[in-house]
T-cell receptor, first 113, second 115 residues
Framework: GQQVMQIPQYQHVQEGEDFTTYCNSSTTLSNIQWYKQRPGGHPVFLIQLVKSGEVKKQKRLTFQFGEAKKNSSLHITATQTTDVGTYFCAGTMTTDSWGKFQFGAGTQVVVTP | KAGVTQTPRYLIKTRGQQVTLSCSPISGHRSVSWYQQTPGQGLQFLFEYFSETQRNKGNFPGRFSGRQFSNSRSEMNVSTLELGDSALYLC??????????????FGAGTRLSVL
């Protein structure tokens, strides 16, 4: 079954507001990645987190990896219409180079002006 | 550096037919993975190839197969198409070693419609 869970599945946001989407794993991850897929497009890599408790920022986007390396979050401040799309997290289950790599189901973000 | 190239972009087939999709990875990327994406189902992992060998496999029936060539280009084949196979098929390439080894670089996809 699904080992990487994302919540919420859908997120309706008023332009200018902040929101957070979460990614949870049933097992410890060696790393986690975030991707964004615009409507009609393909997933595009945003960032990778590797260290426990790591926090990285990209302009209005803040990514965090949990201390236990089982969860991650993406926080977007002052949402803009360009933030519309589906955000996927993806995790590697082990440090083995042959380790299982799994995508979450994604959070679909709709922004209302 | 050119990105991941998938051909064709669109395909219409009828039930029972077979189809072959092609993927050319980013130069230097030796791992190629295939995903099926349908509305509400997210990205479903099909398989991954490295060095012409299938390294990982998802939970898809044997009608779905793939291969990789010595130049890292990959093809996937779906035989005896069913209506439920209608989807966007995405190919992604990645490096094999180093800290960035699992970062997936996706192509634009092939949208398959089965009638």
């Amino acid at each position: 079954g699904q080992q990487v869970m994302q919540i919420p599945q859908y997120q309706h946001v008023q332009e200018g507001e902040d929101f957070t989407t979460y990614c949870n794993s049933s097992t410890t991850l060696s790393n986690i990645q975030w991707y964004k897929q615009r409507p009609g497009g393909h997933p595009v890599f945003l960032i990778q987190l590797v260290k426990s408790g790591e926090v990285k920022k990209q302009k209005r986007l803040t990514f965090q990896f949990g201390e236990a390396k089982k969860n991650s979050s993406l926080h977007i401040t002052a949402t803009q219409t360009t933030d519309v799309g589906t955000y996927f997290c993806a995790g590697t289950m082990t440090t083995d180079s042959w380790g299982k790599f799994q995508f979450g189901a994604g959070t679909q973000v709709v922004v209302t002006p | 550096k050119a990105g991941v190239t998938q051909t064709p972009r669109y395909l219409i087939k009828t039930r029972g037919q077979q189809v072959t999709l092609s993927c050319s990875p980013i130069s230097g990327h030796r791992s190629v993975s295939w995903y099926q994406q349908t509305p509400g189902q997210g990205l479903q992992f099909l398989f991954e190839y490295f060095s012409e060998t299938q390294r990982n496999k998802g939970n898809f029936p044997g009608r779905f197969s793939g291969r990789q060539f010595s130049n890292s280009r990959s093809e996937m084949n779906v035989s005896t198409l069913e209506l439920g196979d209608s989807a966007l098929y995405l190919c992604a390439s990645s490096l094999v070693g180093g800290v960035d080894k699992n970062i997936q670089y996706f192509g634009a996809g092939t949208r398959l419609s089965v009638l």
